[in-house]
C-alpha cells in the first residue's frame, strides 16, 4: 500500500513486536513503539538508537496516550494484548479492558487520525475446538474463554469500523501459536518450553501427544505483518486471515525437538492428560489471495533457540519474565489458584 510510512507498534517490546519493530526499521518504515514494558525496555536496545523509531512507554488503555502515539502514523500493528488464555484468566476485567475495550479506543482513535491500515493481531483460538480437518476463516466462531471472546468482538469492532469508513482498511490476522527466538523470550510457548527442556534437562514429558498444535515460526509472523502493510486493499479490507505453518500432534513436535540434539542426549516421556484438545488451521486464504506461503519450519526454531541457549543468552531460567502468568502474578496482576 502506497503512503504509508510511520507504523504504530502497539505492544512493540513484547515477544513478536522486539522482532517485528527492527523488520519495519529494514524495510524503511519509520516505527512509533508504545508498550507497558511489563517484561523490560532493553529488549529494543539493539535498535534504540535509530533515529526512525520512538519508543514511548505507556498503556493502550489512556486516550491521551494513545493519541500522542498515533499523531502522524499512517498504521497501526496492535499487538499488545494479556495474551493466551492463562494469562487472561488471571484478571478478566483487565483482560477485556486490554483485549477489547482498548481496541475500540485505539481504532476509534485511528479512524480519527486518518490512519490508513489498521492491522489487528487476533488469535487462531476464536475458533474454539473443532473437529473440521480444515478449520478456515468461513467457519463460525466458538471462542470458548475470556481471552478468545474478546478476540472475537475485537475482530467484529474492526471489521465493522473498516465497512463504515472509506479509506480506513481494517484486517485482523489469526496467528497460530509463534515460536522460535526473540529478545523478549517467552519459554512458555510449545516448541519454546519442549526445546528448554530438552537442552536443560535432556528429558521431553509429553503430556498426551495426539494432540494437534498449530505453530509458526515468528520470522514468518512477523514476515507477514510487514507484508499486510501492502496487501492490495480491495482484497484484505474487513477480511481475516489464518497465518500457519503446518498442523503437528505435540509427539510429532518433540520427536522434532529431540531430532535437533545429538543422538540419545534427549529422551520423551509419555504421560497421561486430561486436555485432550486439538487445533488445526488452513492458511490457504492468505496463500491464494496475497501470495503469503511460510519460509521458515519448526524445525528452524528449535535450532534458533538451541544455538541462543548454546551461547549463553538465557542466563537465568527462573526469570519471570519468560513465563507471562508468573511474570503478571509477580507484578500483582491475579491470584494464583
Keep these: 500500500m502506497s503512503g504509508i510510512q510511520r507504523v504504530l507498534v502497539t505492544g512493540g517490546a513484547g515477544y513478536v513486536g522486539a522482532v517485528l ?20 525496555k532493553d529488549v529494543l536496545d539493539a535498535v534504540a538508537r535509530d533515529e526512525r523509531l520512538e519508543i ?16 502522524g502514523c499512517d498504521a497501526v500493528i496492535h499487538l499488545a494484548a494479556i495474551s493466551n488464555d492463562p494469562s487472561a484468566d488471571l484478571d478478566e476485567v483487565l483482560t477485556k479492558e486490554v483485549n477489547l475495550d482498548a481496541v475500540k479506543l485505539l481504532v476509534d482513535e485511528a479512524v480519527s487520525a486518518g490512519v490508513k491500515r489498521f492491522v489487528n493481531i487476533s488469535s487462531s483460538s476464536v475458533y474454539g475446538v473443532r473437529e473440521e480437518q480444515d478449520v478456515t476463516e468461513d467457519l463460525e466462531l466458538l471462542p470458548l474463554t475470556i481471552y478468545s471472546r474478546c478476540k472475537c468482538d475485537a475482530e467484529e ?15 485482523n490476522l ?53 507484508q499486510s502493510l501492502g496487501w492490495p486493499a480491495e482484497v484484505v479490507d474487513g ?18 525437538v529431540r531430532s535437533e540434539f545429538a543422538d540419545g542426549e534427549v529422551d520423551i ?52 519474565r519468560y513465563y507471562n502468568v508468573k511474570h503478571m502474578l509477580s507484578l500483582g496482576v491475579g491470584e494464583p489458584d
Design 56 to 71: 514511548l512507554e505507556g498503556d493502550i488503555r489512556d486516550p491521551e496516550m494513545v493519541r500522542k502515539a498515533m499523531a
Design 157 to 171: 469492532y474492526v471489521r465493522e469500523t473498516s465497512k463504515a469508513h472509506s479509506g480506513f482498511v481494517g484486517i
Design 269 to 320: 516421556i509419555v504421560t497421561d492428560t486430561n486436555d485432550p484438545r486439538s487445533y488445526h488451521i488452513s492458511s490457504e486464504k492468505i496463500s491464494r489471495l496475497v501470495g503469503f506461503e511460510p519460509r521458515h519450519t519448526l524445525r528452524d526454531a528449535v535450532r534458533d533457540l538451541k544455538r541462543a541457549f548454546d551461547s549463553g543468552s538465557v542466563q537465568d531460567w527462573d526469570d519471570t
Design 21 to 40: 519493530v527492527p523488520a519495519l526499521l529494514d524495510v524503511g518504515h519509520e516505527v512509533v513503539s508504545l508498550d507497558t514494558h511489563w517484561y523490560g
Design 239 to 256: 477480511e481475516a486471515f489464518n497465518i500457519g505453518y503446518e498442523n503437528h500432534t505435540v509427539m510429532e513436535i518433540a520427536e522434532m
Design 174 to 226: 489469526r496467528p497460530a501459536t509463534v515460536c522460535g527466538w526473540s529478545p523478549r523470550l517467552r519459554l512458555d510457548l510449545t516448541v519454546n518450553i519442549l526445546t528448554m527442556h530438552a537442552w536443560r534437562n535432556g528429558v521431553i514429558t509429553v503430556f498426551g501427544g495426539a494432540q494437534k498444535r498449530p505453530n509458526i515460526h515468528i520470522a514468518d509472523v512477523v514476515e507477514a505483518y510487514v
